[in-house]
């Protein structure tokens, strides 16, 4: 199981980016998916998740209304809309696969997801 992530980059406060989470070896339909991020000097903390049909998700406080997460199961991806980044949100952003399919809820603890990417780094510059 691999899942690749991408999409991270430089911008200024108030952009914009997309990542994306792309699954090989697993079919992440069935698997919810989550975003989580580890800021310098501090712990990994959760983003934003989806269940594994995309009909429910959570977002921690901070990025509400600016962070969006969707799916496309066609393409066995998940991504991350980032609007209006502040320099805060720089981290370093890992994507998750839940360690069970079809899980009833979307886990906001590390220890709720089984496979991990690599982390795509985003700056945000003020």
């Known amino acids: 199981v691999q899942l690749q992530a991408s999409g991270g980059g430089l911008v200024q406060a108030g952009g914009s980016l997309r990542l994306s989470c792309a699954a090989s070896?697993?079919?992440?339909?069935?698997?919810?998916g989550g975003w989580f991020r580890r800021a310098p000097g501090k712990e990994r903390e959760f983003v934003a998740g989806?269940?594994?049909?995309?009909?429910?998700?959570s977002y921690t406080d901070s990025v509400k209304g600016r962070f969006t997460i969707s799916r496309d199961n066609a393409k066995n991806t998940v991504y991350l809309q980032m609007n209006n980044l502040k320099p805060e949100d720089t981290a370093v952003y890992y994507c998750?696969?839940?360690?069970?399919?079809?899980?009833?809820?979307?886990?906001?603890?590390?220890?709720?997801?089984?496979?991990w990417g690599q982390g795509t780094l985003v700056t945000v510059s003020s």
């Open positions: 070896g697993l079919t992440f339909s069935n698997y919810a």
């Open positions: 998750a696969a839940d360690r069970g399919r079809w899980a009833p809820k979307v886990s906001v603890t590390t220890t709720g997801y089984g496979y």
């Open positions: 989806i269940n594994w049909s995309g009909g429910g998700t």
